[in-house]
């Protein structure tokens, strides 16, 4: 939740993530393998297979403790599953085909719902078990063992150097928020034309940001205990304002409005000001969270909108070029306090719902 500030130690993570990701998965694998060869751990191979299993995807503890979770529930019901297979077997072979068919029906039904991994872990262990001999219950009961130990230590070693999913969004979104604001600086600055190309650079990268945040939307609503769709209705309101923020580059107004009402001049560059001071602060606050500070800039951007909407109506130019800059304006206003809504909401979040 976006309660606390995002600390050092976070940013470090963050900034350094392919390293210390690489770094954790071989000091886990090493650490792992040299205490399963010291005590002698039957099949040792199990448990390294499992913490690779669950370590290597990318390894939020949003991810990881669902990811091991998960491992560990497939592996345990198809270790009850394969002794039950056993115990058949013994009585009649014919018998124990017919009910691992059945146990293979519900495994693929379970595979096409959002438990598909513990039914390929379910079908993984069973079919080892099934494998080995009708007497063997060593191998169902290391087989649980093994994948309990490795999927266990997978969670210790992600909780060493703990990558969050939370801050890799907020530190993304800090990136976003200034890179939308230098854009409206330049598309309002009277070299627009000059600054075009870097105006769609800083688009650009807001756009491609936003897209790879949507890559951690699971993580991220484990980890914040935020509705997905809460998120998304996040990146949704910042690619409207990127879309926004694009039309008014491509307005006419730019070149044209100078002399035509000195009054809407002046009330759209109060509102452009505010605007940049929003970005700024938003970007601040996603960092280090100051609910007050970011309504108050809200509130200080509202009072400008109100003003310029006034002249607006007032003027004579109501028919011609301005109406769009207006429009514009009071929309991009309109988004804003849409995104100022949801950011506040991720401090008082509603329960998780998918």
């Not at 115990?87 to 068919?101: D, M, P, Q, T």
């Not at 495994?107 to 993984?124: D, W």
């Amino acid at each position: 939740m976006l309660k606390n500030k995002i600390n050092a130690y976070d940013l470090f993570l963050y900034k350094n993530n392919k390293q210390i990701h690489a770094l954790r998965i071989a000091i886990g694998f090493a650490i792992c393998f040299l205490i399963f060869r010291e005590f002698n751990i039957q099949s040792h191979s199990w448990p390294l297979i499992s913490l690779v299993v669950v370590l290597t995807p990318t390894s939020f503890v949003g991810n990881v403790l669902p990811r091991a979770r998960h491992r560990i529930y497939g592996t345990l019901i198809g270790v009850l599953l394969g002794l039950m297979s056993m115990f058949i077997a013994r009585v009649s072979f014919s018998l124990s085909v017919f009910y691992i068919f059945a146990c293979f029906l519900f495994i693929g039904f379970l595979s096409s719902t959002k438990y598909q991994y513990v039914a390929i872990l379910m079908g993984i262990t069973l079919s080892v078990i099934c494998s080995a001999s009708p007497t063997n219950y060593q191998i169902a009961l290391w087989r649980g063992a093994d994948i309990i130990i490795g999927s266990s230590a997978a969670v210790l070693i992600s909780l060493f150097f703990p990558q969050r999913a939370e801050v890799h969004w907020r530190a993304a979104y800090e990136s976003i928020f200034m890179d939308i604001r230098s854009s409206i600086a330049y598309v309002f600055s009277k070299n627009v034309e000059k600054d075009r190309d870097k105006i769609m650079i800083l688009l650009s990268r807001a756009k491609t940001k936003v897209e790879l945040n949507q890559k951690i939307y699971t993580p991220l609503s484990k980890e914040m205990r935020v509705a997905v769709s809460e998120i998304k209705k996040i990146d949704d309101c910042v690619l409207e304002i990127i879309i926004n923020i694009e039309l008014v580059f491509n307005s006419i107004w730019i070149n044209q409005k100078y002399n035509k009402s000195i009054d809407i001049v002046n009330a759209l560059s109060e509102v452009n000001v505010y605007m940049l001071d929003f970005f700024r602060v938003i970007a601040i606050h996603i960092i280090n969270p100051n609910d007050d500070l970011l309504k108050m800039s809200l509130f200080r951007l509202k009072d400008e909108c109100e003003i310029l909407q006034k002249r607006a109506s007032e003027s004579d130019l109501i028919n011609q070029c301005d109406v769009p800059d207006v429009w514009l304006e009071l929309n991009m206003f309109s988004l804003i306090e849409s995104l100022e809504s949801y950011i506040l909401l991720m401090t008082s979040p509603k329960k998780i719902s998918q």
